[in-house]
């Protein structure tokens, strides 16, 4: 039931690019985003709902493709900023409203 | 207007002990749930409570357990502690939980467990 995300890890040079994958076994209702940088509490990046909406704080850009039950999160000129491990987190339909399934977390790490 | 607060932030305990987590959500948030976060398994799942009521309950053994209060202040218990059980608690908090309307979730800055 644990989303499964890719890749574990990542890589990259300021400027470039990064998509992180997020994919359910289940049927999705909603797919979070979130980012944790080392030693500090996870902070929320965008909701992706059901039907297309889009509901996000940072100029970080996301997809929900409901009938591959995927998600997947664009970094595009990365900054150094952008570090640390990102996690998806899904919702399924029926389930209870505060029970998100969280994966495993992608480590992203941004050099000079 | 004040974040999540998780107290203590560090927790040394021997094996067979139990613990005691608190959580104090947002003022406002009626929904707190709680995860287990260990290197290489992300964020588990262990409970959520609204309104003072158990509403989802993760796949983790009874020695876990938890409370809220009618101030939605939160507590999580585990006893007879395993030496697994060293891991990073988070409590996260929102207004009417994180679901069917798109509401995020706050997260604290955790609790280190450390079992020896």
């Known amino acids: 039931q644990q989303p499964v995300q890719s890749p574990q890890a990542v890589i990259l040079r300021e400027g470039e690019d990064a998509v992180i994958n997020c994919s359910s076994s289940?049927?999705?209702?909603?797919v979070h985003w979130y980012r944790q940088k080392h030693g500090e509490a996870p902070v929320f990046l965008m909701i992706?709902?059901?039907?297309?909406e889009q509901k996000g704080h940072e100029k970080i850009s996301a997809s929900f493709n409901e009938k591959k039950q995927q998600s997947s999160l664009y970094l595009t000129a990365s900054q150094l900023s952008y570090s640390g491990t990102y996690f998806c987190?899904?919702?399924?339909?029926?389930?209870?409203?505060?029970?998100?399934?969280f994966g495993k977390g992608t480590k992203l790490s941004v050099k000079p | 207007k004040a974040g999540v607060t998780q107290t203590p932030r560090y927790l040394i305990k021997t094996r067979g002990q139990q613990v005691t987590l608190s959580c104090s959500p947002i003022?406002?948030?009626?929904?707190v749930s709680w995860y287990q976060q260990t290197p290489g398994q992300g964020l588990q799942f262990l409970f959520e409570?609204?309104?003072?009521?158990?509403?989802n309950k993760g796949n983790f053994p009874g020695r876990f357990s938890g409370r809220q209060f009618s101030n939605s202040r939160s507590e999580m218990n585990v006893s007879t502690l395993e030496l697994g059980d060293s891991a990073l608690y988070l409590c996260?908090?929102?207004?009417?939980?994180?679901?069917?309307?798109?509401?995020?979730?706050?997260f604290g800055q955790g609790t280190r467990l450390t079992v020896v």
């Open positions: 003022s406002g948030h009626r929904s």
């Open positions: 289940k049927a999705l209702y909603s």
């Open positions: 987190g899904t919702e399924v339909p029926g389930g209870s409203q505060g029970n998100l399934i």
């Open positions: 996260a908090s929102s207004p009417q939980g994180t679901g069917m309307g798109g509401t995020e979730a706050f």
């Open positions: 409570y609204f309104s003072e009521t158990q509403r």
């Open positions: 992706l709902l059901k039907g297309g």
